[in-house]
Nanobody
Framework: QVRLVESGGGLVQPGGSLRLSCAAR????????MAWHRQAPGKQRELVAASTSGGSTNYADFVKGRFTISRDNARNTVYLQMNSLKPDDTAVYYC??????????????WGQGTQVTVSS
């Protein structure tokens, strides 16, 4: 089976930085789009950033140049570098990947989520 394993969340002060990672594991033939979403209590899950296998990127307006998405295709891993963090960034962050498995079946997978808390 395919699994996305996240790490890097934690508690940070306003203005600080965190780097999230998400590694896809299992019977993987290829990965197309990879993305980061987040969800705060009582709110809908929202897209933060996305990246294609070729390196094209797309960011939500609220990132405002503070976050950078990148990926290491050889390691099936996507990263989210978060700088100048604000309390409003507090949420559970989920990675998502469009995966073609070993049997050439395409499907979307989600990570387990990692908590990011920005507070003094």
């Amino acid at each position: 089976q395919v699994r996305l394993v996240e790490s890097g969340g934690g508690l940070v002060q306003p203005g600080g930085s965190l780097r999230l990672s998400c590694a896809a594991r299992g019977s993987i033939r290829s990965i197309n789009d990879m993305a980061w979403h987040r969800q705060a209590p009582g709110k809908q899950r929202e897209l933060v950033a996305a990246s294609t296998s070729g390196g094209s990127t797309n960011y939500a307006d609220f990132v405002k140049g503070r976050f950078t998405i990148s990926r290491d295709n050889a390691r099936n891993t996507v990263y989210l570098q978060m700088n100048s963090l604000k309390p409003d960034d507090t949420a559970v962050y989920y990675c998502n990947a469009d995966v073609v498995n070993h049997y050439a079946t395409r499907a979307s997978y989600w990570g387990q989520g990692t908590q990011v808390t920005v507070s003094s």
